[in-house]
């Protein structure tokens, strides 16, 4: 090992050792509890050592999880509130389908849960959600007035607000996500206009969070504050609180020392003598990856004319998104016409990389933003949509192999244009999958984490097995199960 690598190695394993030393520090001062009940995983956070404090019940969105509203659980439990947290049926840790009634029945079921915590003032009670979250919480701020003191609502959906019912709404929405700012103008006019009345219960307000959209609104700090400002001052509460979520950041670093990690030891178990050789024209590539998206599109939407398209493959659109990529990949590896057989070494090291690129990528995600670990009803659904991926990546590691510096970035962006544009194109053809819009910003960023491994292995069957075995895990671990 150079020394240059044995320097990167070591910065590596420091920033990994400080990444996990600032996501502990997050919890300092706090109290986390974990439980079930009546088959919903729920999360419990609140100050330590505090009694009689108002709680508050936080539900997240669609193909999100308890572990994607952390910042705002966080914020809130530094301030002086008991926040209780779970998964919706289909989503997280949750294996019972997601139907239409069962939204309301897991929120009781938390607030019931809510209740029995110790520290807990059952007379102030508020609550919080996002996107599909935010219509749980408003239905039920309405349905039950002298329940909940102050109901948030961050990118939201719809419900039958009034002057008077929720009481103490607040509207969120960022300034990127045009149709939930239109939505939160709706609802604010529905609900009386700006009105400052906490006593009264009438409080309205509308907080647009800049340079944010659907996913990122979730870990703004303005966000945060905003609604940790709306609720001190619906309890009228005085908090010394200056604590803000930096965990995404932490996060952040944590997985670029792995990306460095792999930089360090990539020489050490890569082998040029038996990395296959699978040289192709240019023009051949180009003219396969662009193709690809328009024939995986057109078949998504034949696939949607024989039945319910959204639910293949046992997760709600992710399912869509893996025949995709199948097809995709067929058809760029067909006018490819070069791939040749893996070696066992070969394999061996896509292994190698998958498990970096899990730890890397998902060990820390479980604490700070995404249900990481898979439960059983989920894990059965990896090898399938690993698979489904697998010809994508294989073209892909084709047309990179041997590529220098500028071609790799001049590829990273390519295919960052073809999946953008490819699914842009899918959701015009299938309307039922627009919930994919809201991944867009995803594709070129995990494009470019694999297009960087790959130039560190440089091998077409490891960057593939590692790439799709990631991604396979990715999807299921981030979409609704199917009912």
Avoid at 48 to 63: D, F, N, R, T
Wanted: one cysteine or more.
């Amino acid at each position: 090992m150079t020394r240059k690598r044995l320097f990167s190695l070591i910065v590596a394993l420091l920033l990994i050792a400080l990444s996990w030393w600032g996501v502990a520090a997050a919890r300092t001062g706090l109290v986390t509890r974990t439980f079930s009940d009546k088959g919903l995983p729920m999360l419990y956070v609140a100050p330590q050592g505090s009694e009689k404090i108002p709680g508050v019940l936080v539900a997240h969105g669609y193909a999100g999880s308890k572990q994607l509203m952390l910042g705002y659980a966080h914020v809130l439990a530094h301030a002086g509130y008991a926040v209780m947290l779970w998964d919706f049926g289909g989503h997280g840790a949750n294996p019972a389908p997601l139907e239409r009634d069962s939204l309301q029945q897991d929120l009781n079921v938390a607030y019931a849960a809510l209740l029995e915590q110790p520290e807990v003032d059952p007379s102030r009670l508020a609550l919080l959600g996002h996107s599909m979250g935010s219509g749980a919480v408003m239905s039920a701020g309405i349905r039950n007035p002298d329940r909940f003191a102050a109901t948030v609502a961050v990118s939201p959906t719809g419900a039958g607000v009034t002057p008077s019912i929720p009481r103490n709404l607040q509207l969120q929405a960022g300034s990127w996500e045009g149709g939930f700012v239109t939505n939160a103008q709706r609802l604010l006019a529905a609900a009386g206009g700006e009105n400052d009345n906490f006593a009264g219960g009438r409080a309205r307000s509308l907080v647009i969070i800049p340079n944010a959209e659907h996913i990122t609104i979730l870990l703004r700090n303005i966000s945060h504050q905003a609604a940790r400002t709306w609720l001190d001052a619906t309890f009228r509460i005085q908090s010394s609180s200056n604590y803000i979520d930096r965990r995404m950041a932490w996060y952040a670093l944590h997985l670029v020392a792995w990306l460095l990690f792999l930089f360090a030891v990539a020489p050490a178990v890569a082998d040029p003598a038996t990395t296959p050789k699978a040289k192709v024209h240019p023009l051949q590539s180009l003219l396969g990856s662009f193709l690809a998206p328009f024939l995986a599109s057109a078949s998504l939407l034949l696939l949607s004319r024989m039945g319910e398209i959204d639910s293949l493959g046992g997760v709600l659109v992710g399912g869509a998104i893996g025949i995709w990529f199948f097809v995709a990949g067929i058809v760029w590896l067909g006018i490819l016409l070069r791939l040749q057989r893996p070696t066992l070494r070969a394999l061996g090291i896509g292994l190698g990389l998958f498990v970096l690129l899990w730890v890397g990528f998902g060990a820390m995600a479980q604490s700070v933003w995404l249900q990481w670990w898979l439960i059983p009803a989920r894990l059965k659904l990896w090898p399938l949509l690993s698979l489904a991926c697998l010809p994508w990546f294989l073209a892909s590691g084709v047309a990179q192999q041997d590529a220098g510096v500028l071609s790799r970035v001049a590829w990273w962006l390519w295919q960052s244009v073809l999946l953008v544009g490819g699914f842009i194109l899918a959701v015009y053809l299938v309307p039922q999958l627009g919930f994919i819009y809201l991944l867009l910003p995803l594709f070129p960023l995990a494009m470019g984490i694999f297009s960087f491994a790959g130039s560190q292995l440089n091998n077409v069957w490891s960057y593939a097995l590692g790439s799709a075995l990631f991604f396979g895990w990715a999807i299921v671990a981030a979409f609704p199960l199917a009912s």
